[in-house]
């Protein structure tokens, strides 16, 4: 009885043993029942946190594996770096609203809509398609790097400025406006040389490209800051 084929219930394909070898369904599904439904629910829920997690974890210890085994074929461990990335612009989102209406200051972007935030990632995709994903990458593949990159950014360090920023509030009306956002992206401007460069070793790219990259990332964002951003 144990070799015998099986009809599955989902795509009518004939298979042995307890997964359908087609579209992976149990082979051995019965009547819905609340246990089974709330089983499903809470397998559902931890792949999702457990691939969440880990690539959150690994967009900090190292990042350029993370980036380069989701380019390299190893998705199923790493969460999906659009999703990844969209969830971090809700965060952030919500967190920023909260704190822009108990006075803190919330940065340049959320000035915008979230919807400014796709913008700005195609924008600094086709940037970086340019100068360091041609010819090795092509552009959807630069565009899951920085997806991962600012998605991480969105989730953690941003957050984290908005509440920690009690040591800067002194300088935010004794200088330019610009300056002051200038060294509020600090940290977020380390971590994203960090990420390119774990990156860039683990594709064994060029340094040199890597500093022409950089260079240009931080040349568009200074342009973008002086030219596009008002000044108070």
């Not at 380069?68 to 919500?94: M, W």
């Not at 991962?148 to 941003?158: D, S």
């Not at 390119?196 to 070793?201: A, G, K, L, V």
Request: aromatic share 16%; with cysteine.
């Amino acid at each position: 009885m144990k070799n015998q084929s099986v009809k599955c219930k989902n795509c009518g394909n004939k298979s042995k043993g307890k997964y359908c070898i087609s579209c992976g369904q149990r082979t051995d599904t019965k009547r819905l029942n609340a246990i089974e439904i709330i089983t499903e629910f809470w397998k559902l829920f931890t792949n999702v946190e457990h691939s969440f997690v880990k690539t959150l974890v690994g967009m900090y210890r190292t990042p350029g594996r993370v980036m380069g085994e989701y380019l390299g074929g190893r998705r199923k461990r790493y969460q999906n770096p659009i999703t990844y990335f969209a969830v971090g612009i809700l965060l952030y989102s919500i967190l920023g609203s909260h704190a822009k209406e108990n006075g803190y200051y919330v940065g340049t972007l959320l000035e915008y809509n979230q919807y400014y935030l796709y913008a700005i990632l195609i924008v600094v995709t086709i940037i970086g398609y340019a100068f360091a994903g041609y010819p090795k990458h092509h552009f959807v593949e630069v565009l899951v790097i920085l997806a991962y990159v600012y998605g991480t950014v969105l989730l953690t360090i941003n957050p984290a400025l908005l509440y920690i920023q009690l040591p800067l509030l002194f300088l935010r009306d004794r200088m330019d406006s610009r300056l002051f956002t200038i060294i509020w992206d600090i940290p977020v401007i380390l971590y994203v040389i960090y990420a390119f460069r774990s990156f860039f070793i683990f594709q064994k790219m060029s340094q040199t490209r890597l500093a022409l990259t950089v260079s240009a990332a931080i040349a568009v964002y200074l342009v973008f800051m002086f030219f596009f951003v008002k000044a108070a």
